[in-house]
């Protein structure tokens, strides 16, 4: 089993940057798929950025591309979401998860769901003012 251990969310206007970490125990991360979700007051829980095991490939959100980024580190077991240019409707918890990566590539689809993850953290506040 893995456990999941978000940081790094905070208050920052509009325009500023965080870094998110997600730190992982229990399990190396080398052997899972890792993403990023978020979810805003009274809205649902969507995808904002994931990479493979591999760390070969990255998938992003339209909203967010070209300005977040995600990383990870097999060494310190832990996954980042760099966050630049940050906006007010970035607003929002921000979840890490896991699921254990495979050696085929699956769907876009399947990266960006959050059905497909096993592992969870208990989530970060971000909050950007304007």
């Known amino acids: 089993q893995v456990q999941l251990v978000e940081s790094g969310g905070g208050l920052v206007q509009a325009g500023g940057s965080l870094r998110l970490s997600c730190a992982a125990s229990?399990?190396?991360?080398?052997?899972?798929?890792m993403g990023w979700f978020r979810q805003a007051p009274g809205k649902a829980r969507e995808f904002v950025a994931a990479i493979r095991w591999s760390s070969a490939i990255s998938y992003y959100a339209d909203s967010v591309k070209g300005r977040f980024t995600i990383s990870k580190d097999n060494a310190k077991n832990t996954v980042y979401l760099q966050m630049n240019s940050l906006k007010p409707e970035d607003t929002a918890v921000y979840y890490c998860a896991a699921v254990v990566g495979t050696d085929y590539a699956r769907s876009y689809y399947y990266y960006t769901s959050a059905g497909s993850y096993d592992h969870w953290g208990q989530g970060t506040q971000v909050t950007v003012s304007s």
């Open positions: 229990g399990r190396t991360l080398s052997n899972y798929d």
